[in-house]
């Protein structure tokens, strides 16, 4: 049995390859804001500045990928996301984006632009 740890970042690997031969420029990976905050990747996509989510799951009987980036996993994106526009001067006027990439144990691919809006982590619904 492999180190999930190992698992992700050969596939963070693999996701950030896919970005770059889509044209997008990689800013950062695994951005860390605090114990509980990350990105696994920060890109640009032309003017957007865009977050990314990378997910693997070896077959879809565990479910698909996408699914495992609950409402508390976009909170905490985008808490992520906040500190790291604050840290580096970016203007709330840029735009942003935040995507899934969804790896699948066939080595296919799947990536969702836009997969959720921005959620004020500090706001109580």
Not at 15 to 30: F, H
Request: glycine residues 4%; proline residues 3%.
């Amino acid at each position: 049995m492999q180190n999930n740890r190992l698992v992700g970042a050969l596939y963070e690997e693999k996701a950030a390859d896919y970005l770059k031969s889509i044209g997008y420029s990689l800013v950062e990976r695994n951005y860390h804001a605090g114990k509980t905050s990350e990105i696994d990747i920060i890109a640009k996509d032309g003017n957007t500045l865009v977050f990314v989510e990378c997910k693997f799951r070896k077959n879809r009987l565990s479910g698909d990928p996408y699914e495992a980036v609950s409402y508390a996993k976009i909170k905490n994106i985008c808490k992520c996301a906040m500190v790291y526009m604050k840290k580096n001067n970016i203007p709330t006027s840029r735009p942003v984006r935040f995507d899934v990439i969804a790896m699948y144990g066939d080595e296919s691919i799947n990536h969702l632009k836009n997969a959720f809006e921005f959620i004020n982590p500090y706001e109580r619904y």
